[in-house]
């Protein structure tokens, strides 16, 4: 076990000035098996009341509302975690939401590219999940390049193996699509990393009737460096913030973490 300290900030930026910004930020660390929150400070700039809510896959979000003119938006989330009370992140309670996690969605739905590696695998060779989820993370680094300008967001895991680059989110991406593929219950995980200055991705694979984190960007089983923050079945469900504004303006967003 270990007490990680984590600072995050982001910001948005606007085109134009904005009004009545409507928000939903989704990036808020929860208490799990694996991981205990002792503290956590909420900033908000311009925002004086924020409500925080629960989405279906259990991540906590904040809900505000920013009536005031503004051309940019400021938050910032410092605390602490025990990280490292156990190797899986939760038991596995909700059968029907273990079911939906094994369904591809339009960012992990196989191609030609990723059939095509499916095949070159045969994970069939492997005796149980955990041995399947443990080869693509200590081997999928090998396959794809990491390289930050070969996608963008919103780029699926088709498209990156195409480009035959990118970065966590595509990595977790097409680990999830392989899992899928071969009937596996697996989802998208997001949040900071001990030594990065930005979020990170990683994959969740049900294992036993628990959910276990695999890094494959970093080759590592998910242990007391990480602090998850939110999971769904891809990025899209991850987000880090989405909302509704009066003005057409274009968003522009930056973001800043820390963790020791």
């Known amino acids: 076990m270990r007490k990680l300290k984590y600072e995050y900030k982001l910001t948005a930026m606007y085109s134009k000035p904005i009004t ?26 311009n925002c004086h009341k924020y409500d925080i809510i629960k989405d279906r896959f259990g991540n906590e979000l904040i809900s505000g509302n920013i009536r005031m ?41 196989p191609g030609e590219e990723l059939d095509r590696l499916g095949k070159s695998l045969c994970l069939s060779r492997f005796g149980s999940t955990y041995e399947k989820a443990l080869y693509l993370t200590k081997n999928l680094f090998d ?5 930050p300008s070969s996608t963008i967001a919103g780029d699926s895991a ?13 990595f977790a991406h097409i680990m999830l699509s392989l ?18 200055g930005s979020s990170h991705a990683w994959t969740e ?16 089983i998910v242990n007391d460096e990480y602090i998850r923050v939110s999971c769904g079945r891809d990025s899209s469900d991850c987000l880090l913030i989405t909302g509704t504004m009066n003005g057409e303006a274009k968003q522009t967003q930056s973001e800043y973490t820390k963790v020791k």
């Open 158 to 170: 088709e498209q990156a193996m195409k480009k035959g680059g990118g970065v966590c989110q595509d």
């Open 69 to 109: 003119q503004h051309a940019r938006f400021d938050l910032t989330m410092t605390g602490s975690v025990i990280t490292g009370i156990d190797i899986y992140e939760e038991k596995a309670d909700n059968g029907l939401l273990c079911d939906i996690y094994r369904c591809q969605t339009a960012l992990t739905e």
């Open 205 to 220: 694979v049900l294992c036993r009737g628990y959910w276990y984190g695999f890094d494959p960007t970093n080759r590592k």
């Open 179 to 196: 899992l899928r593929s071969e009937g596996i219950s697996a989802r998208y995980a997001a949040g900071m990393l001990y030594g990065e």
């Open 20 to 45: 009545e910004h409507r928000f939903l930020f989704r990036f808020l660390p929860v208490d799990t098996v694996r991981q205990k929150i002792e503290e956590n400070q909420i900033f908000i700039a």
């Open 143 to 147: 396959m794809i390049k990491y390289d």
